[in-house]
């Protein structure tokens, strides 16, 4: 029904910056919500952001607000994660999330 796929993960120095992009398909509502996800080695996964799809409702988990920033495109399909000041502790695989459905997730590893 909903296929998501996401991009963007990388290597990134303590400090850098990043942009992870999820591109949707399928059958998603105007009233669901979009969000990010990051589940690092032996934790349990986490959420990062979400977003309505009209993006004016945005929530962040406490260690990335005022880091990172979540938006999403005008036609609704795709939606961002803005990481800007990573840190090591910002070390995950990413996933978005609809709903029940879940992207493969992207590995976003901060080292220098």
């Known amino acids: 029904q909903v296929q998501l796929v996401e991009s963007g993960g990388g290597l990134v120095q303590p400090g850098g910056s990043l942009r992870l992009s999820c591109a949707a398909s399928g059958r998603i509502f105007s009233t669901d919500s979009m969000a990010w996800y990051r589940q690092a080695p032996g934790k349990e996964r986490e959420l990062v952001a979400y977003i309505s799809t009209g993006g004016d409702i945005i929530g962040y988990a406490d260690s990335v607000k005022g880091r990172f920033t979540i938006s999403r495109d005008s036609a609704k399909n795709l939606v961002y994660l803005q990481m800007n000041s990573l840190k090591s502790e910002d070390t995950a695989v990413y996933y978005c999330?609809?709903?029940?459905?879940w992207g493969q997730g992207t590995q976003v590893t901060v080292s220098s």
């Open positions: 999330k609809h709903n029940s459905y």
